[in-house]
């Protein structure tokens, strides 16, 4: 049983309770984390105060994007390209995922934690920043099905879970076919679904 700790509005936790679904993995998952504080318990695992943390087989593990890469390699191999040039491409956008959450950042929190209208200087210049950078996913899913190569893998859940943020925010968006198509082709799967398009909070 693998225990997920942190709210579920989070990005980041989004990111591992996705994850599990498609990896059919058995989990729990405990609210921690924004309005729920931390316990004491909890800062010892994880003294960032941050969320996620997991524990598996005694493993307690932090960083999103590390649980993601543990969870493939432990259990789920066919989530991660063999080929060491794909999966170093997958990796990139991984961690590129951090840039892009920065510039974000601002549309997010101010249209849907600060009441805020797209016209706001800080809103706008998020929102501009935001479709530059999603102009180059756009390019780069020109090139192949998936993120992660030709199959789903776990260098598509980083930018999948931003990618439904980025089509719900009421931010003007250029047309971005590639983008959209494999986000659409994410609306199917049943784990985003659970876990991802749920309302921003
Ligand atoms: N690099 C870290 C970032 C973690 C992070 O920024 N988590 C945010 C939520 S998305 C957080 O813990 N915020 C404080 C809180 O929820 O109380 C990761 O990927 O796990």
Same mark, same amino acid.
């Given at each position: ?9 989070? @990005?980041?936790?989004k ?6 679904? #498609? ?9 921690? *984390?924004? !309005? ?5 318990? =909890?800062?010892?695992? $994880? ?9 598996? $087989?005694?493993l ?5 994007? %590390?649980?993601?890469? =543990?969870?493939?390699?432990?259990? %789920? ?12 491409? *997958? ?26 209208? *797209? !016209? #706001? ?7 501009e ?10 390019? #780069?899913?020109?090139?192949r ?6 199959r789903f ?13 980025f ?10 076919? @590639? ?14 679904? #659970? ?5 921003l909070?």
């Amino acid at each position: 049983m693998i225990t997920i700790w942190g709210r579920l509005n989070s @990005h980041n936790v989004k990111k591992i309770a996705w994850a599990v679904i #498609e990896m059919g993995l058995v989990h729990r998952r405990i609210d921690m *984390g924004g !309005s729920f504080g931390f316990t004491p318990g =909890y800062l010892a695992m $994880n003294p960032n105060r941050m969320i996620p943390t997991i524990e598996d $087989n005694g493993l307690v593990l932090w960083e999103s994007n %590390a649980i993601l890469r =543990y969870l493939a390699d432990a259990h %789920a191999p066919d989530f991660r390209s063999s080929d060491p040039a794909e999966r170093a491409l *997958g990796d990139k956008w991984m961690d590129w995922q951090f840039h892009f959450a920065d510039a974000q950042r601002d549309a997010f929190l101010g249209c849907v934690r600060q009441g805020k209208v *797209g !016209s #706001e200087p800080a809103v706008a210049r998020s929102a501009e920043a935001s479709c530059a950078m999603m102009a180059l996913l756009d390019a #780069e899913l020109a090139t192949r099905p998936w993120l992660s190569g030709k199959r789903f893998g776990i260098a598509d859940i980083p930018m999948g879970v931003y990618a439904h943020t980025f089509y719900t925010l009421p931010i003007p968006r250029p047309d971005l076919p @590639h983008l959209a198509e494999w986000y659409a082709r994410l609306r199917l799967r049943p784990g985003y679904a #659970e876990t991802v398009m749920i309302p921003l909070t």
